[in-house]
């Protein structure tokens, strides 16, 4: 194949009419497919049929969003802007063939950014080629309906709106109906389905576990730093009234006028929004944006267990070591000596150092006793008791990792929110500061071959790794993802237990 084709050998038929994409060396790509439409606060349509041939050739919009963001390091994280909409039901396929017969895993990928902003192509680390490349797979990414626009719930006011509390993971059920309907025209197989998130995006797989319209629509989940301590999820019965009220008031409408919601333009409704919820908040007053317990979503495993319909899906869970640990405590931390170092964990732990120190030195032999400095141990222990749960119910494996990898920049900074995934997306190259030779080479291998492997028959393998077994509630067994690699038994617990001890658990509201 030639370096660049579009045209009539790039172009596929499917169940709505036929659409053209474009190749590179020996990789289809189709952006801004349209998976659904859909008006405001409303349940998603599916796509019309039409005549002709319709060009997939650039990214659909993103969602609108009420934040402008702010990129405080693109060597960490490189970001990308794009055209928002509320118009924003678009998903992108990367793959090898377009052979119906090929029946390639197939790997969705939902992004994070919680469930208000975010978009399938905000980090460059997203770019579905080299994934589809390496493992041979079809890689799908996605926008969907997102803060108000996607979880306000007007029940309470007007029957108009039955499904906008959840109309945002409504979103993400219709594509994957569109993908269970169309993706064999790309060389994919609608029964070999994973669904991988990272962050919000995680959250969000782990919420299509419980949802019934999802069943038969994916067969295997992963969660990269998606299952995060005591999120505030609203409980059954709670509703929008609160919000809604006060969003009505701050606009000059009356609570008998809620469906004039549908009108006011995003840029007057957002700020609005933005005003009234801050107090509510702070009361722990549901105020939409995630989703709500209702008959689409019947609750979240925590309140109401894994539905057993599911015990049959093998899911991995993982999280980086640093998480949330963007500030920078240590930059000379190599050049310190053990009492040095002793003496600075002492000033953030106190008398607590003294026992934390052996427990962080016996979980992470090959790192300096500094970088306890970086640990966040909530997310981890709230993927641990995510993968006992599971475990406990599950017929079907779970696998469960840490990433501990350090970066050469800082000093030596320790793995944080996003550092994992451009190694499971093989695309250290597009991240500055994950270029580290042949370190980053070797664990982009092992990571990115565990999460073919997993995709393809539901168990990762690292090409030039240990074995990665299965999570039990006895041994906690974790693969830890740094050079090198190693699998873990048990080798984390205590150090969680104490520092949680002395370190506030992080806590998020929806």
Same mark, same amino acid.
């Given at each position: 194949?030639?370096?660049?084709?579009?045209?009539?050998?790039?172009?596929?038929g499917?169940?709505?009419?036929?659409?053209?994409?474009?190749a590179l060396?020996?990789?289809?790509?189709?952006?801004?497919?349209?998976?659904?439409?859909?008006?405001?606060?409303?349940?998603?349509?599916?796509?019309?049929?039409?005549?002709?041939?319709?060009?997939?050739?650039?990214?659909?919009?993103?969602?609108?969003?009420?934040?402008?963001?702010?990129?405080?390091?693109?060597?960490?994280?490189?970001?990308?802007?794009?055209?928002?909409?509320?118009?924003?039901?678009?998903?992108?396929?990367?793959?090898?063939?377009?052979?119906?017969?090929?029946?390639?895993p @197939?790997?969705?990928?939902?992004h994070?950014g919680?469930?208000?902003?975010?978009?399938?192509?905000?980090?460059?680390?997203?770019?579905?080629e080299?994934?589809?490349?390496?493992?041979?797979?079809?890689?799908?990414?996605?926008n969907?309906?997102?803060?108000?626009?996607?979880?306000?719930?007007?029940?309470?006011?007007?029957?108009?709106?039955?499904?906008?509390?959840?109309?945002?993971?409504?979103?993400?059920v219709?594509?994957?109906?569109?993908?269970?309907?169309?993706?064999?025209?790309?060389?994919g197989?609608?029964?070999?389905?994973?669904?991988?998130?990272?962050?919000?995006?995680?959250?969000?797989?782990?919420?299509?576990?419980?949802i019934?319209?999802?069943?038969?629509?994916?067969?295997?989940?992963?969660?990269?730093?998606?299952?995060?301590?005591?999120?505030?999820?609203?409980?059954?019965?709670e509703?929008?009234?609160?919000?809604?009220?006060?969003?009505?008031?701050?606009?000059?409408?009356?609570?008998?006028?809620?469906?004039?919601?549908?009108?006011?333009?995003?840029e007057?409704?957002?700020?609005?929004?933005?005003?009234?919820?801050?107090?509510?908040?702070?009361?722990?007053?549901?105020?939409?944006?995630?989703?709500?317990p209702?008959?689409?979503?019947?609750?979240?495993?925590?309140?109401?267990?894994?539905?057993?319909?599911?015990r049959?899906?093998? @899911?991995?869970?993982?999280?980086?070591?640093?998480?949330?640990?963007?500030?920078?405590?240590?930059?000379?931390?190599?050049?310190?000596?053990?009492?040095?170092?002793?003496?600075?964990?002492k000033?953030?732990?106190?008398?607590?150092?003294?026992?934390?120190?052996?427990?962080?030195?016996?979980?992470?032999?090959?790192?300096?006793?500094?970088?306890?400095?970086?640990?966040?141990?909530?997310?981890?222990?709230?993927?641990?008791?995510?993968?006992?749960?599971?475990?406990?119910?599950?017929?079907?494996?779970?696998?469960?990792?840490?990433?501990?990898?350090?970066?050469?920049?800082?000093?030596?900074?320790?793995?944080?929110h996003?550092?994992?995934?451009?190694?499971?997306?093989?695309?250290?190259?597009?991240?500055?500061?994950?270029n580290?030779?042949?370190?980053?080479?070797?664990?982009?291998?092992?990571?990115?071959?565990?999460?073919?492997?997993?995709?393809?028959?539901?168990?990762?393998?690292?090409p030039?790794?240990?074995?990665?077994?299965?999570?039990?509630?006895?041994?906690?067994?974790?693969?830890?993802?740094d050079?090198?690699?190693?699998?873990?038994?048990?080798?984390?617990?205590?150090?969680?237990?104490?520092?949680?001890?002395?370190?506030?658990?992080?806590?998020?509201?929806a």
């Amino acid at each position: 194949m030639s370096r660049f084709i579009c045209d009539e050998r790039t172009t596929v038929g499917t169940k709505y009419g036929r659409l053209m994409g474009f190749a590179l060396d020996s990789t289809y790509i189709f952006r801004g497919i349209r998976y659904a439409k859909a008006r405001r606060f409303e349940r998603p349509e599916e796509v019309e049929p039409w005549e002709g041939v319709q060009k997939a050739l650039h990214y659909g919009p993103i969602c609108k969003t009420a934040f402008v963001e702010t990129h405080a390091s693109d060597i960490m994280i490189p970001h990308r802007e794009w055209i928002q909409s509320e118009d924003c039901q678009y998903l992108n396929v990367w793959t090898q063939s377009l052979d119906p017969q090929e029946k390639l895993p @197939v790997m969705v990928w939902i992004h994070g950014g919680g469930y208000t902003m975010g978009s399938s192509l905000e980090l460059e680390a997203l770019d579905g080629e080299r994934l589809s490349r390496y493992g041979k797979v079809v890689v799908v990414s996605l926008n969907h309906r997102l803060n108000i626009l996607g979880y306000l719930d007007l029940k309470e006011h007007t029957d108009r709106f039955p499904d906008s509390a959840n109309a945002g993971t409504e979103d993400l059920v219709a594509a994957l109906r569109w993908i269970r309907d169309n993706i064999a025209a790309f060389g994919g197989d609608p029964d070999n389905v994973t669904i991988f998130g990272q962050s919000g995006g995680g959250h969000k797989v782990a919420s299509l576990l419980q949802i019934p319209e999802a069943d038969g629509l994916f067969h295997k989940c992963i969660m990269m730093s998606g299952i995060t301590a005591n999120f505030r999820y609203p409980h059954r019965g709670e509703n929008g009234k609160q919000i809604v009220d006060a969003l009505l008031k701050e606009l000059g409408l009356k609570a008998s006028e809620a469906d004039k919601l549908a009108e006011v333009p995003f840029e007057r409704l957002s700020p609005a929004y933005g005003r009234v919820q801050a107090d509510l908040r702070k009361q722990w007053v549901y105020c939409g944006e995630t989703p709500l317990p209702d008959d689409f979503f019947p609750g979240d495993w925590i309140e109401i267990g894994f539905r057993p319909e599911t015990r049959n899906i093998p @899911v991995m869970v993982g999280t980086v070591i640093g998480e949330f640990a963007f500030d920078v405590w240590l930059p000379d931390k190599h050049r310190m000596t053990e009492a040095e170092q002793m003496a600075a964990l002492k000033d953030k732990f106190g008398d607590a150092a003294e026992v934390l120190v052996p427990l962080f030195r016996e979980a992470y032999p090959n790192h300096p006793v500094a970088d306890l400095m970086y640990l966040e141990s909530s997310i981890r222990r709230e993927g641990q008791r995510f993968c006992r749960a599971r475990a406990a119910m599950s017929a079907a494996p779970v696998y469960n990792y840490v990433f501990s990898q350090e970066f050469p920049i800082d000093g030596g900074r320790l793995a944080w929110h996003c550092a994992d995934i451009p190694f499971a997306f093989h695309n250290v190259d597009l991240v500055p500061v994950a270029n580290m030779g042949e370190d980053s080479e070797a664990l982009q291998e092992n990571m990115c071959g565990a999460w073919v492997s997993f995709a393809r028959n539901g168990k990762p393998v690292l090409p030039a790794g240990p074995e990665w077994k299965p999570f039990t509630a006895e041994n906690c067994e974790t693969m830890i993802f740094d050079t090198p690699c190693r699998l873990g038994i048990r080798f984390d617990n205590e150090l969680l237990e104490k520092h949680a001890a002395v370190v506030p658990e992080l806590v998020m509201q929806a």
